[in-house]
């Protein structure tokens, strides 16, 4: 007879064992909310994560515009480039 070990640890959560998407963490920022009740160090937080989403975001656009000068300069769908993103 065949035992397994370590079955109780299959028990849990199993997003990472059949690769489901890591969830993401709730924003701690909405554009617009009042800032009256922040601290000066809870608004320098929400800045310095406003400018790492900022980077990222200009990184995206600049990758997109490299596809669509790859795909202008040889012509093929930018639809088949995208999908490498």
């Keep these: 007879m ?3 070990v370590g079955l109780d640890v299959l028990a849990g959560d199993n997003d990472e064992i059949f690769g489901a998407p890591p969830r993401k963490a709730a924003s701690s920022h909405e554009i617009g909310q009042s ?10 937080e929400r800045i310095t994560a406003l400018r790492a989403e900022i980077t990222r975001l200009e990184a995206r656009r600049a990758k997109q515009a490299s596809l669509s000068a790859a ?8 639809c088949e480039a995208r999908r490498g993103l």
């Design 2 to 4: 065949t035992r397994f």
């Design 35 to 44: 800032l009256d009740d922040l601290s000066v160090q809870e608004i320098d």
């Design 71 to 78: 795909a202008a300069f040889f012509k093929f769908d930018v």
